[in-house]
């Protein structure tokens, strides 16, 4: 895991929530699936019904957190008593042992939440933690923002787009209604990178932005003498990707694609680009480990 250094790295404090309505959903899909055809029969057999329980959920590496809203519902939707609090919310930096959410209330009812509590939980702070990771090593070489990628979880994509910006990221499109970002296959079925643009500025709206991906600097010159307002330098050294940025002179969006890891990430920032998108931050990030434990008194 790419681990931001504690020292270095600020809390995101204007991180907005999602809107409960829109999350409240995938947390309540989450708990059915887990609770099955008969809920949770170890807790209701193991624990009596008037047991009292006092937790905490700490992280047990350091990182970004993200995801605690969701997990705070999925805790109110199998028990609105529970009383929830929370220590350390979306974009906190954490250190092992910080608490990250405080309950209290009926054993039964945290028991039988905390798993998909902490599957959420541990999924987005990872996400974001490896988010922050990049970003940190970027900042030092340039002015690059890191974004994610359409490459995320069916179903989950709000939530884990929002840990890449609790992770200082940014997002780039949420889906294929977002914009226009013509890749090498739509070049290659459409006939050329001129042709493509040029049927693309025919159908998009006048509020739609089109990107174009290319792989070379002749696609690139191609791509700036039709107008486009961004453009996609998929797997460039960092050599060619300071001579596209040189060509591109200011004149559209610069965004580098393609084998982007803590050790390139820095050349890649240093080369002049805009943006930086990784597709693994969303797909393959290794999980934050947070635990539920007994609180101590």
């Known amino acids: 895991m790419i681990s931001p250094s504690n020292t270095s790295l600020s809390p995101i404090s204007t991180l907005s929530p999602l809107p409960r ?24 057999s193991v624990v009596p019904a008037d047991a009292r329980f006092e937790a905490v ?46 309950l ?31 970003v940190e090593i970027a900042r030092r070489h340039g002015t690059a923002q890191i974004v994610c990628t359409r490459k995320t979880t069916p179903g989950l994509r709000a939530l884990e787009k929002h840990a890449v910006k609790a992770g200082g990221g940014s997002n780039h499109r949420f889906g294929l209604d977002d914009a226009v970002l013509i890749k090498d296959n739509h070049i290659a079925v459409a006939g050329g990178v001129a042709i493509a643009i040029q049927r693309a500025k025919a159908h998009a709206g006048h509020l739609v932005k089109i990107e174009v991906e290319v792989d070379t600097l002749a696609q690139l010159d191609e791509a700036m003498a039709e107008g486009v307002d961004a453009v996609l ?18 004149r559209a969006l610069t ?35 947070l635990g539920l434990d007994a609180a101590r008194a």
């Open 233 to 250: 330098l998929d797997n460039m050294t960092p050599a060619m990707l300071a001579q596209a940025v040189a060509i591109v002179g200011g």
């Open 255 to 289: 965004e580098a694609s393609g084998r982007v890891s803590a050790e390139t990430v820095g050349a890649i920032a240093a080369s002049g680009v805009d943006l930086i998108s990784v597709g693994w931050i969303t797909h393959s990030a290794p999980i934050l480990d």
């Open 104 to 134: 209290s209330g009926a054993a039964r009812s945290i028991l039988t939440a905390e798993r998909v509590a902490l599957n959420i939980a541990c999924r987005m702070s990872g996400i974001a933690t490896a988010t922050a990771g990049l």
């Open 57 to 102: 959920i700490a992280s047990r590496q350091p990182g970004v957190i993200a995801g605690i809203d969701a997990a705070v519902i999925a805790f109110e939707l199998i028990d609105p008593a529970l009383r929830v609090a929370i220590e350390r919310g979306d974009g906190s930096v954490v250190a092992p042992g910080d608490g990250v959410l405080r």
């Open 21 to 44: 309505l829109l999350v409240e959903p995938l947390v309540r899909a989450a708990l059915l699936e887990d609770l099955g055809r008969a809920g949770d029969v170890t807790t209701d």
